[in-house]
């Protein structure tokens, strides 16, 4: 999936707030005060009426000269978040920006239980497997991450204002300062409004406009790579969609110095591109300058476009037909996600680690694979409390070197998939009936014929719109 910064979820959730002592002693409605409210790294200056602080829960403590209130606010009945905010949802329709109704129950499942302060966890040091999440660089040191992914702007807006020099200078400081190399470690998300396989002008120049700065962006950083949708072909020849990619690619490699463009793969609803090797394989031959160019696999994707890595013997199988097909040298990321549809759905549903189809047995496998050393593993998995991503990096971790016949593997991956259970029942029953809708219907006498195959009646699976949902 798919969040700019934790912070924007966590916005009007769990505050610490500095106000003068003598700003406690008021008590009128209207009287409103200023505050600095913190949250990780994030500074935010806000405006608080008494009323407001009568209607939240408080905790105050008194430190000298200062009072310091933890103060809960509810949040305001009918206010709508901004564009942008708690983005759990990769959904970019034929990558054309479309939200799903699964984005807006977990935002309105965030307001109910909004996360809750977790202490900060230490960093694994030393270790080759290199997983971390969405997030911004204290975050992602606070959730124990050895890697991390961002957006570079708002994905859901095609022009954003310029970076301003200082903001980069202080991300390549802090990079120092936590010793992340931007180079490898840092996987940024392009927006989902990109489709380089346009073949409209003016939208093509649109979307290449907007992934171009973004590729600027990254030099600016010192960010090393670039991860984004390779698109959609609309309905157009396929084979023509992929060079128009590759034609991008290469134009936008003479404009940039040395950002890395990331291809990744997709879970393969309806035209979008990428949910087989070909696909990646045919741009990348395509693209002049080799080193320029790579791919991430999202684990939700490759199982949603029908590649089973449940098992160590399957996994091998898909491993190796990547190897046969694009090569191993142009894997350079990689997407953590459990599934919540079934292998081959071609659904996009990201679920927690070993919760869903997938489950715990296939991530030890892939933890346990040498080839993937030193690759930012980023995790795009639902987070329901703030603790989640934590939790996971670690358990992800523990997997390093563990046989698949442990028993506290054993016993924690039944765990895992018993929480699952009951969401997996009702989506396999879902696809069953998916499927017969989808089973061609006998001839009827003197009806118009159709082709069993081919499904001449114009409902080929190609023509669904592609929803990513988290």
Not at 89 to 117: F, I, L, W, Y
Not at 280 to 296: F, N, P, T
């Amino acid at each position: 999936m798919p969040r700019p910064q934790r912070a924007a979820a966590a916005k009007a959730r769990s505050k610490l707030i500095d106000f003068p002592e003598s700003s406690e002693a008021s008590s009128s409605d209207e009287a409103a005060k200023t505050k600095v409210v913190e949250h990780k790294s994030v500074e935010v200056r806000e405006t608080i009426t008494a009323k407001e602080k009568l209607n939240a829960s408080a905790t105050v403590t008194k430190v000298g000269k200062t009072v310091k209130t933890t103060v809960r606010l509810k949040p305001k009945a009918g206010v709508k978040r901004k564009a942008g905010e708690d983005n759990d949802n990769d959904s970019n329709g034929d990558n054309e920006g479309q939200k799903s109704t699964t984005q807006k129950k977990v935002r309105a499942s965030t307001k109910k239980n909004p996360p809750t302060m977790i202490p900060a966890v230490a960093r694994t040091v030393g270790i080759k497997m290199l997983v971390g999440a969405h997030n911004a660089i204290t975050n992602c040191n606070n959730i124990g991450g050895n890697a991390f992914a961002l957006f570079l702007k708002s994905q859901r807006k095609w022009a954003s204002p310029d970076m301003k020099e200082s903001d980069a200078v202080a991300f390549r400081e802090a990079c120092k300062e936590s010793r992340f190399d931007p180079k490898r470690h840092i996987l940024p998300h392009g927006s989902y409004l990109i489709n380089l396989a346009q073949s409209d002008q003016e939208k093509a120049k649109q979307a290449y406009d907007c992934f171009i700065d973004d590729l600027k962006r990254c030099e600016r950083l010192g960010i090393g790579l670039y991860n984004f949708h390779p698109g959609s072909t609309l309905g157009l020849p396929r084979s023509e969609a992929l060079a128009r990619i590759a034609a991008h690619l290469n134009r936008a490699h003479k404009e940039t110095r040395f950002v890395k463009t990331v291809l990744e793969n997709m879970a393969g609803q309806g035209n979008i591109i990428g949910a087989n090797f070909e696909d990646l394989r045919d741009i990348i031959a395509d693209v002049k300058d080799k080193d320029r160019v790579g791919v991430c696999l999202d684990t939700c994707h490759l199982f949603a476009a029908g590649h089973d890595i449940r098992t160590q013997a399957s996994y091998d199988t898909v491993m190796a037909n990547f190897d046969r097909i694009v090569g191993r040298e142009y894997l350079v990321a990689l997407h953590l996600n459990d599934s919540k549809a079934p292998l081959g759905s071609s659904r996009d549903l990201h679920q927690n680690i070993g919760v869903g189809f997938l489950g715990l047995e296939a991530f030890r496998v892939l933890m346990n694979d040498e080839k993937l050393e030193g690759l930012p593993m980023v995790l795009e998995t639902p987070m329901k409390v703030e603790s989640t991503w934590a939790e996971e990096i670690k358990l992800l971790e523990s997997l390093v070197g563990t046989p698949g016949n442990d028993p506290n593997f054993l016993v924690k991956a039944a765990k895992l998939s018993a929480k699952g259970k009951e969401e997996r029942k009702a989506a396999e029953a879902a696809e069953k009936k998916k499927a017969i809708k989808k089973a061609p219907k006998p001839r009827k006498k003197g009806g118009k014929k159709q082709s069993e195959e081919s499904g001449e009646d114009g409902n080929t699976e190609d023509e669904a719109e592609h929803t990513c949902e988290h």
